[in-house]
């Protein structure tokens, strides 16, 4: 329930309007009413795509006035967006305190601000070096496998092979 529109910073720092893959309100009417449902159908991950979205984890791509939807399954996703899809997976709602979670999220307005602060505070998410978030900043495969394994809370055995070639061991 809210207004789509995301202001997410970009790789430049500059702050851009955009519509969330993911936010607060349910998107399209219907599954079928993105504009890319035709392509979306014939995805291999289309069944998971519309689950996810049946769910209500995300909801889809609008345009500045709201009237086409997308899913757009091969767009990457960024941190910000991240941090709600595994805030609502786990049936939490975001939260809103007085303090601000990192030291470039402190706009409350911004529609991520709940969804990074419990993220944080549940212990998804922490700081780079200098204790920013990043919001839009495209989230690697590490960073996901470590948000999940945070979440799971389990501890993580001692790697004393290399599983692959570009990880190292403890």
């Not at 291999?44 to 006035?65: H, P």
Request: with cysteine; charged share 20%; aromatic share 14%.
């Amino acid at each position: 329930s809210g207004d789509t529109t995301a202001q997410t910073p970009s790789e430049t720092g500059q702050t851009t309007t955009v519509q969330s893959v993911i936010t607060n309100t349910p998107g399209a009417a219907q599954f079928e009413d993105f504009s890319d449902y035709k392509i979306l159908s014939k995805h291999w991950a289309f069944e998971y795509i519309e689950r996810v979205y049946q769910a209500k984890i995300m909801t889809g791509q609008g345009n500045a006035d709201s009237t086409v939807y997308t899913f757009n399954p091969n767009a990457y996703m960024n941190r910000a967006e991240m941090a709600k899809v595994a805030v609502v997976t786990l049936g939490q709602d975001p939260l809103i305190t007085t303090g601000y979670p990192f030291p470039d999220v402190h706009d409350m307005t911004l529609w991520f601000f709940g969804w990074v602060e419990r993220a944080k505070f549940l212990g998804y998410f922490t700081g780079d070096a200098d204790g920013n978030f990043n919001p839009g900043n495209n989230i690697t495969r590490a960073e996901v496998a470590v948000v999940f394994a945070r979440i799971t809370g389990e501890a993580l055995p001692e790697c004393t092979e290399k599983p692959f070639f570009d990880v190292a061991i403890n």
